[in-house]
């Protein structure tokens, strides 16, 4: 076919154009092993250079005592000038010193024109305070002129300015709070007034639970079922028949009222009168000095 003519590679099966198509591993990992040792070798090689080239380039510069030769020469020769230096120096102040003659005609004159120096001065500074104190005493007189008429201007000024404020102060928010404040104090008092009726009702409602309780758990509960209570003269409580005597005063409680009684039989005895309480013995008084005798 045409395509068999034109392709560069012809492969007998599909089987031989996929091991064709598709690189074998074993060659990828031989070509990528080359390409990296090339690279290595590439690097080192630049790396090679470079080291050469500073070191021809470290070889080329100077060494260090050359580049401190100059330097070290040239303070060698002004640690050597300088002690001359200073012995030139020395003379030329001492015979600046022996040539100049101190006199009493000099020091006078030095004195002279010194003084004749601070009175310049002194007449110098006199004049400049004595102008210094004309134009400050012209700018308070300026500034006295013109204070009636700043401070009439002032007060106009404020005096617009509290206009102002004074059209504008009105009563309404004041009012107005007011009326928030009196509409607030409605609502809470008719709330207070709800609040505290409802508090009354459910204390009303808990009075009257209590007095059903009270009455349920009352003996005249039992009494308004056709039961009496029976008490003895003195009010206790008679719980049993043994207990009663004949002819005892008994009170006999009901549910509408009490009655008295008088039991007609019964096997108790009766209870012993009180005695009355014994007389305590008056103490014979003894005459003083008359001492009795013990036989």
Do not use: W, Y
């Not at 009012?175 to 459910?202: F, K, P, S, Y």
């Not at 639970?209 to 308004?224: C, E, G």
């Not at 079922?225 to 004949?246: C, M």
Request: positive net charge; glycine residues 6%.
């Amino acid at each position: 076919t045409l395509i068999d003519l034109v392709a560069d590679v012809r492969a007998p099966t599909p089987t031989g154009a996929a091991e064709i198509a598709v690189p074998v591993k074993a060659d990828l990992e031989a070509t990528l092993a080359s390409l990296g040792a090339r690279l290595k070798a590439a690097v080192l090689r630049n790396f090679e250079r470079k080291r050469q080239a500073a070191r021809a380039a470290a070889r080329a510069l100077p060494s260090p005592d050359q580049l401190l030769a100059l330097p070290r020469r040239r303070l060698d020769e002004a640690t050597s000038r300088l002690g001359r230096g200073l012995m030139v120096s020395t003379e030329r102040k001492r015979a600046r010193f022996f040539a100049v003659k101190l006199t009493p005609a000099m020091l006078s004159q030095r004195i002279a024109e010194a003084r004749r120096t601070n009175d310049r001065n002194l007449l110098r500074a006199q004049g400049a305070l004595r102008t210094l104190a004309r134009s400050r005493r012209a700018e308070l007189n300026r500034a006295a002129d013109q204070l009636p008429k700043c401070a009439k201007a002032s007060l106009q000024r404020h005096r617009q300015q509290l206009a102002l404020l004074q059209g504008r102060i009105t009563i309404e928010p004041t009012a107005r709070r007011q009326r928030v404040h009196r509409d607030l104090l409605t609502a809470l008092t008719r709330r207070g007034g709800q609040a505290m009726l409802l508090r009354l009702e459910r204390l009303r409602g808990r009075i009257i639970q209590a007095d059903r309780l009270m009455a349920t758990l009352s003996h005249k509960a039992v009494l308004a079922r056709g039961f009496a209570l029976v008490k003895d003269a003195d009010g206790a409580v008679i719980k049993q028949a043994a207990d009663v005597a004949s002819g005892m005063a008994l009170s006999l409680e009901f549910a509408d009222g009490t009655a008295d009684a008088v039991a007609t039989s019964g096997a108790a005895r009766p209870k012993p009168a009180a005695r009355p309480a014994a007389k305590a013995p008056v103490a014979k008084t003894r005459e003083p000095g008359n001492q009795g005798s013990l036989f």
